[in-house]
């Protein structure tokens, strides 16, 4: 229990706002305590002034951190997901591969189907050396092709 007069009353306690500094709703100026006056008026004042500095410190260092353990949050998020995003372009360019390689057999069938109707007559051809020739195509095609992937312009160095 306190005692004293009006300029030793306690102060009312204000709860920061955490979260989005935009929908912040607007702090109030600290309100002066009233004073009877005199010396001790002044000295409670300049106190008054000293905790309402005081508290604005406080509040825009818990801001700071509040913000590097947001960016810190948000860089590790990000940091998985680009990784997954790295997994999933490297799997894309392996399947293109794969499926080069799995319908070598159908164009050398496909391109005997065709020499057949060309032809009208049934060929006697050996398929080992028709599959020479279409892996020669094939790894020409793939000399041609450009990769690329594209990103926002923000995300480039990361």
């Known amino acids: 229990m306190r005692r004293g007069g009006s300029a030793d009353a306690a102060r009312a306690f204000e709860w920061s706002y955490v979260g989005d500094p935009e929908q912040a709703p607007e702090r109030p100026a600290p309100r002066p305590a009233s004073h009877d006056g005199g010396a001790q008026g002044g ?3 300049a106190q008054e002034a000293q ?3 005081q508290a ?6 818990g801001r700071r951190e509040g913000e590097a353990l947001g960016a810190r949050q948000a860089e590790g998020k ?3 997901l680009y990784e997954r995003l790295a997994h999933s372009i ?6 293109r591969e ?8 159908d164009l050398v069938r496909l391109s005997l189907a065709v020499a057949r109707r060309i032809l009208q007559r049934e060929l006697h051809v050996d398929p080992e050396a028709i599959l020479g020739l279409v892996k020669v195509a094939l790894e020409k095609i793939s000399l041609r092709e450009v990769h690329a992937v594209r ?3 923000e995300d480039v160095q990361t």
């Open 43 to 45: 000295a409670n004042a």
């Open 51 to 53: 905790w309402a500095r």
């Open 56 to 61: 604005e410190m406080e509040y825009q260092r």
């Open 78 to 80: 990000l940091a998985a």
């Open 90 to 95: 490297a799997e894309t360019a392996s399947y």
């Open 98 to 105: 794969r499926y080069r390689r799995q319908s070598e057999q």
């Open 151 to 153: 990103v926002h312009p």
